[in-house]
């Protein structure tokens, strides 16, 4: 039996066979820097070559291998130059398209060459195609086997490939016979999953055996994965843990409630703060008299009522003398919150600032040059507050607004703007529920407040179902509502994810409805348009001269228009219910009664129907947030799909939910008592990228 526990983190993966200064360059990028490094850079997927697919059974997207004959082989001249080879076999015919190819590569590509290939099948120009497959030429098809067992694939990067790292992969192995893994987690866990040795789990996912599970090792579901896959988990939630520890060391200065701005704030509202609200800010307000960075995230269905919180927040702040700064997503956002924060904030005597990317130069060097100075004391704007000159005089507090639509990175960029030093405290709000274990997990860092009542006086929206057979009473009905004085949006959904596409759909839409409804007017807002153009149709919007606004979902953050009372929303069945449940906060904000049509297509599954239907029978976010994730994953709720953060090797939030509260129990009982042990699962897990996690 072999010894030495905890060498592999202390060897340099050079001990591995065929690693050289070079490649071990090439492996640092991907954070491999010993051999433990390289063992726990586990296979992210498995893809199943152990037999060949007839050419006439391939399915779109369904990665497969092929073998036929070549019937063609030529250099073909379109938008891009490329190699096209045609084969068959007795079932049908594919093509497979190379845009880099060589001279060589083309001439052994002669007509009759028996060829075995590996790829996705695409829909191109002839029938499916498959782009750049790894494919082999076959000299005796009897005497070359397709893959025994399952085939890993391995996240890489520029120069390295797939074969290589599986070969890397098998010589790290043949090292466990010297050294083997340590066992970090209590021996619960290994029973837990019935694997009592790092080391066999290690060998079985990097190199699959013949006669392995195939379904339950694609679906990563195999006990040994699953046992990573718990120890991945942990290392996240851990890291997030340390990242809150070392945040919460430094200083932060400590505010007090400001009494008496706070009552002067409250008396020029026209309304009172919500139980719900006042109870966040008593939160907030605990936070920052602390004396550490208050890292607390606000959650609030739309409507809720964020923003005020946010102000009163701020007001603390920058009655002590500190600056505040406000990012939100849009220019339109950013605007809104603008005007909401002089309104309030401007009566009192505060200076509130607004920086956006539309800004002119010498405007925007006006506005930073004060800024820095010191002049304003609130600062509401988009990305373009992250900047680097942008630079604060004393910067107390950073809010951030839809947070989902930012990275960690970048919230963590506001922590540096003080030219004073001083370390503000943050605040992130988001409208997007997020049920509670995986919060816990994917924002471990941050304290939680809800604010889980609307302000009263609210109805809720009427949500109804109707086809899209039915449009000319939909159309009847707008037509009623904007002769009450009620205002209209029409939302236009994305027929695939571009932008383009969306505002050509929805251009076309508003030239039928303003053919069908001459007396209305109409406005429309797509991503396409200028950042000017698009405020302008929205101010319009808002100031009631515009009765019906068409839009893309670009409407879906944040805005606020009372009056608008009627929603429909062209084929809902495009999107997630989260988004739907945001877009349709964009009405009832006011005390009139709200409804929201859901204009769905021709061909809607039970299934959909099914999905759709949990919109008409709750307004509630945090039940359609559930929903939402059992039905589509974590992925989509927490917008990582946009910032491509929070990458697992081979967890998955949504599939190993289940072992959330196992993974919180065992890392809080870590951090209390083993420390040390902390340590060496956080290097196991992120070694040398450690650095870079911060809150
Ligand atoms: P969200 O939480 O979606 O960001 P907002 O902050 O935009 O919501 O608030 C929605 C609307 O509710 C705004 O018009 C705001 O002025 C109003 N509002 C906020 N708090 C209250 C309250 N306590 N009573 C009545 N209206 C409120
Ligand atoms: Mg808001």
Redesign the pocket.
């Given at each position: 039996m072999s010894a030495h526990p905890n060498e592999l983190a202390a060897l340099p993966v050079t001990v591995v066979k065929g690693v050289g200064g070079k490649l071990a360059q090439t492996l640092a990028k991907l954070g491999i820097h010993t051999l433990q490094d390289l063992l726990f850079h586990l296979p992210h997927r498995y893809v199943d070559r152990t037999r060949i697919t007839p050419i006439g059974k391939l399915r779109l997207n369904m990665a497969a291998v092929v073998q036929g004959c070549v019937v063609s082989a030529n250099i073909q001249f379109g938008r891009r130059r490329s190699l096209a080879c045609t084969i068959e076999d007795d079932t049908g015919s594919l093509m497979m398209r190379f845009y880099h190819f060589s001279a060589a590569q083309k001439d052994k590509l002669e007509p009759g060459t028996l060829v075995r290939c590996y790829g996705e099948p695409r829909m191109g120009t002839t029938g499916l195609e498959f782009y750049h497959p790894e494919y082999d030429i076959v000299d005796d098809p009897s005497a070359k086997p397709v893959e025994e067992a399952l085939t890993p694939v391995y996240g890489l990067t520029e120069g390295i490939t797939q074969p290589r790292i599986r070969k890397l992969a098998e010589q790290a192995l043949l090292e466990l016979k010297h050294h083997n893994p340590a066992e970090y987690l209590p021996p619960e866990v290994g029973q837990m999953f019935g694997v009592d040795s790092l080391a066999d789990a290690l060998r079985y996912l990097h190199a699959p055996p013949p006669d392995a599970p195939v379904e339950q090792l694609i679906a990563g579901l195999h006990p040994y994965q699953q046992r990573l896959a718990f120890e991945e988990l942990l290392a996240h939630y851990l890291a997030r843990q340390e990242a809150r520890a070392r945040a919460q060391a430094e200083a932060s200065p400590v505010l007090r409630v400001a009494e008496q701005q706070r009552q002067a704030f409250l008396a020029q509202l026209p309304?009172?703060?919500?139980f719900a609200?006042t109870r966040v800010l008593g939160d907030i307000n605990r936070d920052l008299q602390e004396g550490k960075p208050m890292l607390r995230m606000v959650q609030?269905d739309?409507?809720?009522?964020?923003?005020?919180v946010a102000a009163l927040a701020a007001l603390d702040v920058i009655s002590a003398g500190y600056q505040v700064a406000l990012v939100a997503p849009t220019e339109i956002l950013a605007e809104q919150h603008f005007i909401a924060f002089s309104n309030w904030l401007e009566p009192l005597g505060f200076n509130v600032a607004w920086l956006v990317g539309k800004l002119t130069a010498s405007k925007r060097r006006d506005t930073v040059a004060s800024i820095a100075a010191g002049e304003v004391d609130v600062v509401v704007g988009t990305h373009a507050l992250f900047q680097d000159d942008v630079l604060f005089a004393s910067l107390g507090l950073a809010i951030v607004d839809e947070q989902h639509r930012f990275g960690v990175n970048q919230r963590l960029t506001l922590r540096q703007k003080s030219i004073d030093g001083t370390i503000p405290h943050q605040l992130v709000m988001t409208?997007t529920p997020i049920p509670r274990t995986l919060a816990m997990t994917a924002y471990a860092e941050l304290d939680y407040s809800v604010?889980d009542e609307l302000?009263?006086g609210r109805t809720p929206v009427n949500t109804v179902l109707i086809s899209q057979k039915r449009r000319p009473q939909v159309i009847e009905r707008i037509l009623a509502a904007c002769k009450e004085n009620k205002q209209v949006y029409w939302v236009c959904t994305l027929v695939e994810d571009s932008e383009t596409l969306a505002a050509a759909n929805a251009e076309e839409t508003a030239e039928l409805l303003k053919n069908a409804l001459k007396d209305i007017n109409i406005g429309l807002v797509h991503g396409r348009l200028k950042a000017a153009e698009k405020e302008a149709v929205m101010k319009a919007f808002k100031a009631g001269e515009l009765q019906l606004l068409v839009a893309t979902t670009v409407i879906e953050v944040?805005v606020?228009v009372?009056n608008a009372s009627l929603m429909i929303i062209e084929n809902p069945e495009r999107l997630g219910l989260a988004q739907l449940h945001q877009l349709r906060?964009r009405v009832g904000?006011g005390s009139i009664a709200s409804h929201c049509v859901m204009l769905y297509g021709d061909k809607l599954s039970m299934q959909a129907k099914e999905r759709l239907g949990v919109m008409r029978e709750t307004n509630d976010g945090f039940e359609i947030a559930e929903k939402d994730l059992a039905l589509r994953g974590p992925g989509e709720l927490l917008g990582t799909r946009q910032t491509g953060e929070m990458e697992y090797r081979l967890a998955d939030l949504q599939r190993d939910a289940g072992m959330l509260d196992d993974i919180h129990e065992i890392g809080d009982s870590l951090c209390a008592h083993h420390p040390e042990t902390v340590e060496k699962i956080l290097n196991r897990w992120f070694g040398a990228r450690r650095e870079y996690m911060q809150a």
């Open positions: 309304f009172t703060p919500t609200q609030g739309v409507g809720s009522g964020k923003t005020l409208a604010i302000p009263p944040g606020d009372p906060g904000r």
